[in-house]
């Protein structure tokens, strides 16, 4: 199987630098989330990848070969860059027979991408009368037309409707699970966490994480709970006089930072005070992220005034 | 020919004649080139043949003005289709090999223009002829066979320098809007006050094949030699462009 593996990778535009030094391997069978806000870097880590644009320094190689080497390449990755780009005067179904042809890809396999991705009721029509969630199932199809061990999408679920975004999220899954490379890039948190076990975190073209999900998530959280009783005052005692400070919350139940579940329930069953409700608070990858990059945008704001731009 | 340039060539097919603008203009070649002659021949072929300084061969090719453009349109357009919004990126994912994908294009749009151009040139040298009467020439006659051979090859030359062009300016209405009035007008300004440099101008050198007895300097096939070597600069020019550029 085809891992993806960036070594040092560096782009500078004019004066800007889109990706600095960039080091990590996109493994298979996983799904990796490639996060950072607009600007990051991530499309320009994903064009370097692609050959498309030319590093300044570094390289970027999947299963050890840059990709301008790779014989029949569609076979071998599929991309999902921009789907505005394919040509509107087109239709569907030449587009993807234009580029099946090109890496000896037999012509039905078109077919079965546009069945695939729902689009085969207008594989005739001009790409151009298509919308922005139709356009995005296109370049899908297009990704996966040479059935890739690696695929690389770039906000794959812009512009999809929310049967879209739950199917394009069961496919990654799906070929995680086949063994293949899936790197994802996204701006939105919720749908990551929703899909990715690996995350590879940048900002301002720096790499910041690259770790697992959950390890991510449990490196950011600080452990708290919260509860409901019926003897708020009594347990509010009991929990002051282990150290802790519970913080009653506008609709009535109380917060404790730095507890566990064990510690509160423990506490209110040796005081024979009811527990209506106890959960541990669990930090989502949205809190997590931006306590990453809070730091980051501080150090950031601090070394250098200028605003970067998706490249 | 290994399979892998078969294949690319295959698929630059598939994209020309999948964008319409394209395929028509293709087709325009021979559509505006035998429109025109049908025209011009029906109308003024005959009451022109008199006057003095007529030159039937040359004349005969006189619509190939109006298919030139058609062969420009199409030069440009068959390239600009890869650069807009990206499309560069899609078909450098499928062929990475930059040289691979522009030599295939680039062999493409020559083909068809060379087809389309030859097909063109003896259609309208014949067709003219018909409406000749007592005037009319042959392919026969003094370089009548050269000059329709010449005439497609011409057109061919015409599509390739506006295609390297579009490949410089990633833009079919940039090269459009320069080459067009360039051959309309500066052409024949400049080639009025200034004889010997506008010999070698791409449209003028080529037309040399045209005439059966090429005055001045500029032999027939030197003539096209000197077109084929502008269409030449400008696909290096092109493939300059597109090796260093980021897609």
Redesign the interface.
């Known amino acids: 199987m085809t891992s993806i593996d960036v070594h040092g990778l560096t782009k500078d535009y004019g004066a800007t630098r889109a990706v600095d030094q960039l080091t990590f391997s996109v493994r298979p069978g996983r799904v990796t989330g490639f996060l950072g806000p607009n600007g990051a870097g991530k499309s320009t880590t994903m ?1 370097l990848v ?5 590093p300044t320094a570094g390289s970027a190689t999947l299963g050890g070969v840059p ?2 080497s ?5 076979r071998r ?1 599929g ?1 999902l ?2 789907a ?8 569907a179904r ?2 993807l ?3 099946a ?4 890809i037999a012509g039905t396999r078109a077919d079965e991408v546009l069945e695939d991705t729902g689009l085969a009721a207008v594989a005739r029509r001009r790409i151009k009368t298509f919308s922005l969630g139709m356009r995005q199932r296109l370049g899908i199809a ?1 990704a996966l037309l040479g059935e890739p061990d690696v695929v690389m999408l770039d906000e794959p679920s812009n512009g999809l409707d929310p049967e879209g975004i739950i199917w394009i999220r069961e496919l990654m899954r799906r070929m995680a699970r086949e063994g293949r490379t899936v790197l994802v890039s996204s701006h939105l948190m919720n749908e990551t966490s929703s899909f990715a076990d690996h995350l590879i975190v940048l900002g301002r073209g720096r790499l910041l994480a690259d770790l697992p999900m959950q390890e991510f998530l449990d490196s950011r959280t600080r452990p708290g709970v919260r509860f409901r009783t019926t003897e708020a005052a009594r347990l509010r005692e009991a929990l002051i006089r282990r150290g802790f400070l519970p913080v009653q919350e506008e609709d009535g139940r109380w917060t404790v930072d730095g507890a566990t579940a064990e510690e509160v329930g423990a506490a209110a069953a040796v005081s024979g005070i009811p527990l209506l409700e106890l959960t541990e608070l669990h930090t989502t990858l949205e809190e997590a992220y931006l306590a990453l990059t809070t730091d980051e945008a501080q150090f950031a704001a601090a070394s250098s005034p200028t605003a970067h731009q998706e490249a | 020919m290994n ?2 340039t078969t ?2 060539l ?3 097919w ?2 020309i004649r ?4 394209v395929s028509f203009s293709l087709m325009a070649i021979f559509a505006a080139t035998l429109a025109v002659t049908v025209l011009a021949f029906a109308t003024v072929g005959q009451a022109e043949a008199d006057s003095p300084g007529y030159e039937p061969l040359f004349s005969a090719f006189y619509a190939l003005n109006f298919g030139q453009i058609a062969a420009i349109c199409f030069g440009a357009t068959a390239l600009s ?1 890869e650069f ?4 560069l ?2 078909s ?6 930059r040289g691979l994908l522009y030599g295939a294009k680039v062999s493409v749009v020559g083909g068809l223009a060379l087809v389309m151009g030859l097909i063109t040139s003896f259609a309208t040298f014949l067709v003219g002829q018909m409406f000749m009467g007592e005037y009319a020439i042959g392919l026969g006659d003094p370089g009548a066979l050269r000059a329709s051979f010449g005439g497609g090859v011409y057109l061919a030359l015409i599509a390739l320098f506006a295609a390297g062009l579009t490949a410089v300016l990633r833009s079919a209405v940039a090269v459009l809007s320069t080459l067009i009035p360039f051959l309309l007008i500066v052409s024949f300004v400049v080639g009025d006050v200034a004889g010997d440099i506008a010999r070698y101008l791409p449209d003028q050198a080529g037309q040399a094949v045209l005439h059966q007895n090429p005055a001045g300097g500029l032999g027939p096939w030197t003539g096209l030699a000197v077109t084929a070597a502008w269409a030449g600069a400008a696909l290096l020019a092109g493939w300059w462009a597109l090796r260093t550029r ?2």
């Open positions: 064009r692609l050959g498309l644009d030319r990709y301008a790779l014989e029949n390449p569609l990755v991309a860059l921009d505005q780009a394919a040509h509107g005067a087109r239709t030449d587009h027979l234009a580029l042809v090109s890496n000896g297009a | 399979t892998s294949a690319v295959h698929s630059e598939i994209k999948s964008v319409r603008s289709s807009l919004n990206g499309a990126r899609i450098l994912s499928a062929v990475p090999r980021d897609a």
